[in-house]
Structures are given as C-alpha cells and as structure tokens.
C-alpha cells in the first residue's frame, strides 16, 4: 500500500471542507429562506437527535462486514442525492421542505464521522502514522473551508450555500475510493446475518460496562457544550456587528489552534492518560464559553476561539485514546458510533434545541449554558479517571472481534 497516510488525510479533509462550510454558513442559508432562530435550533437540533437510530446501525454493519470503506462511500452517494435535493428544491420553498431534506440529509451524513474517525485512529497502528498529524491536515481543511466559503458567500451570497454543501458531499465520494482497509478487514466472515449477530453481543457487552457509560456521560457533556456555539454562534457574530468575512475568520481560527494542536500532539501528550486530556479540555471549554457569554469585542472574540484547541481538540484526542486502548477491534465503529450519537446527537442536540430560544430570549447568556455542561464534563471525567486503568474493557468474545 503506497502513501497510506496520505490516503487517510485525503478522507479526513473531504469530511472537515464540508463541515468548514456547513457549521457556520448554513444557518445563514436558513435565515437567508426566513427560518426563524427557533426554527433553526429545531432543524439542526432534530437532525442531530435522528442521528441515534442510523450511526449505530451502519456502525454495526460497518464491523460485521469488515469493510468500513464500502459503508462509508454508500452512505456518502445517498447524501449526496439528498443534499442535492435540498440545494435544488428548498431555495424559497419555506419551512417544512428545508425542514424534511434537511434533517434527511444530514441524518444519513452523520454516519460517516464515526466510520471515518475509526478507520483512520486504527489505520495509525497498522500503517505506522501519527494519528493526529493526519487528523490535523483534516483540521486545517475545516479552515481552508471556513475562509474560502467566507468569501464564496460575499461574492456570490448565501443563497449559495446549500449548492456549496452538496457540491462537497459529491467530493467526499471520491476521496473514500482510495481510503485503505485495516490490515484485518481482510478476514473472513461467514455470512453477514452471523457477523452481525456476533457484533450485536459484544455491543450489548459494551453498552452494559459501567466505564463505558462513564465515559459516554462525560464526552458528551464536554461535546454538546459546543451546541450554542455551532447552532447560533455565527448569529451572535453577526448581532455583534461582525462581518461575514470576520465570521468565518473566527471559526477557522479556532480549528486553526486546533491544527497547531494536533501537529505537536504526539510529543506533547506523550505519556498523558486520555482522561487527562479530556479534563483539561473542558476545564478550557468552561472558560471558553463563560467569556463568550457577554458581549466581547472583536480581538477577544478572537482570543477565545483560541480556546477551541482545548475544548475540542484535547478532549477529542483523549476520546480517540480511549476508544482506541478500551474497545476490542472488533467493536471499533459501533463505538465510535455511540460515542458520536450520545455526544453530538442526544446531546449535542437537546442543547441546539434549547439554543434558538434561549438566544432569544437572552442572546449571548445563551453560552452560560455551555459553562455548565463543561463544568459537568469536568466532574463526569475525573470519575472516568478513577474506574478506568487504561486497559481493554474486555476480551473479544469471537473469533470476529479479533481479526477484523
């Protein structure tokens, strides 16, 4: 296998262009077709919510048929149709069409972070990669969006933008056709109805183990306390007088500090637990977001997105430890997958539902809020800390488990 690594960043910054254009522009393409800020929490709020009955399951097949590649690239050509939809029917046609496609769209979408977040934390141990490098050139593709589409929507206006999102879904197909397989998808199963009932059982296992549910509580606090920020952080710019082009300088000056991040991570964590990690990550989210509560100027604005490479970046890299270390191979996109549903469906969710109208009624106190649950994350994790000793959860209990 010729530039392994390269093949995954390819992967990665596919998903990170999209979601540099879709985090902070497409609320503005909502607003743009008079949805309401209790119309977007909804929209956004809802298709996070279904995400719990699709991730999973394609999680599931995902690892019964040993074959993450496949399931990523069908799941990326049926939201490229939706999305397609939505850019060509939801312009100006009101709510409940950009409502239904929407959440449709986004719903299947959200099914490939978890494939490819796994393929790419096990591809750095069968192919001899920094996983974060190659997640940080993802992250650095998040800031190219961010900055290109920020000017794309100055140009040529908002009403763009939901065209731009599809346009990026058809690019994530063919950056998945190269993605390698993991050195033990190659094994053999016999027959998916088996597989699947093989994975089903250790999942059960899995969904049981106190640790798990331990660690699942905490992430998803540390997570959904972006929920304000990604549901009405680019209309709270925009009340404070910022400019479209500033917006998007902000939120990829955040993942910038990400990338920075990533790049010296392998030294810089060497050594440090994931709980740790994880720790300091939302106590730098606690501060993040208490700040952000009132109005700040535009330098602190830019100061605090600093932060991200805290809130996010640390406690991402201390859940992919985690994920990697506790949970048998054979389990790896189911629990990436329920990981992601827990913390940016039901969680992340539930908080963009109570964003629209809480930023209504009291604008950026909105972000108080996210404090709290950073907080939260705070106490959930150093309990993590106590029950967890960095090893497997448990053996895999088949001959699937272990070999693929």
């Known amino acids: 296998m010729r530039f ?13 262009l999209l979601g540099g254009v879709y985090l902070p522009f497409f609320p503005l393409w909502l607003q743009h077709n008079d949805i309401s800020p209790q119309q977007t929490s909804l929209i956004l709020g809802v298709g996070m919510i279904t995400r719990v009955f699709v991730a999973p399951v394609a999680g599931l097949v995902a690892d019964a048929l040993n074959d993450r590649r496949l399931v990523a690239i069908t799941i990326a050509a ?4 939706l999305f397609g939809a939505l850019a060509l029917f939801g312009e100006g046609n009101g709510f409940w069409p950009i409502f239904v496609l929407t959440v449709t769209a986004a719903t299947f979408h959200s099914s490939l972070g978890p494939i490819i977040e796994t393929q790419t934390a096990r591809g750095a141990d069968d192919y001899g990669f920094h996983y974060s490098r190659v997640r940080a050139i ?19 206006g908002v009403q763009w933008i939901a065209a731009m999102v599809a346009a990026l879904v058809g690019v994530q197909i063919l950056c998945f056709l190269p993605l390698p397989q993991l050195r033990r998808e190659t094994a053999h199963v016999a027959g998916i109805g088996l597989a699947l009932r093989r994975t089903l059982t250790e999942a059960g296992q899995l969904v049981r183990h106190r640790t798990f549910l331990v660690f699942i509580a905490a992430t998803g606090a540390a997570q959904a306390a972006h929920g304000v920020y ?34 010296v991570a392998p030294w810089l964590t060497r050594g440090v637990r994931g709980t740790t990690l994880i720790a300091l990550g939302v106590a730098a989210g606690a501060v993040r977001w208490t700040a952000m509560a009132f109005d700040v100027d535009p330098i602190t604005a830019a100061a605090l997105q600093v932060l991200h490479a805290g809130s996010f970046g640390l406690v ?18 189911t629990a990436q ?3 992601a549903v827990a913390a940016f469906g039901l969680a992340t969710g539930v908080v963009t539902f109570a964003a629209g109208p809480l930023f209504d009624a009291v604008a950026g106190y909105a972000y108080l809020l996210s404090a709290a649950l950073s907080a939260a994350g705070l106490v959930l994790t150093l309990a993590l800390a106590k029950i967890w000793n960095g090893d497997i959860l448990f053996p895999p209990t088949s001959t699937h488990g272990s070999s693929s």
């Open 138 to 156: 993802g992250s650095f593709s998040f800031v190219v969006a961010n900055y290109m589409a920020g000017i794309a929507v100055g140009a040529v």
């Open 230 to 263: 990604y549901a009405m952080g680019s209309l709270n710019f925009e009340r404070l007088g910022y400019s479209t082009g500033y917006i998007g300088f902000l939120w990829g000056l955040g993942v910038f500090a990400e990338v920075l991040l990533f790049l």
């Open 316 to 333: 991402h890299l201390g859940t992919m430890q985690f994920l990697t270390r506790a949970v048998p191979l054979g389990l790896a996109a």
């Open 78 to 81: 049926l939201s490229f149709v």
């Open 337 to 339: 997958s329920l990981f």
């Open 4 to 16: 392994p690594a390269a093949r995954f960043a390819l992967a990665q910054s596919a998903l990170n």
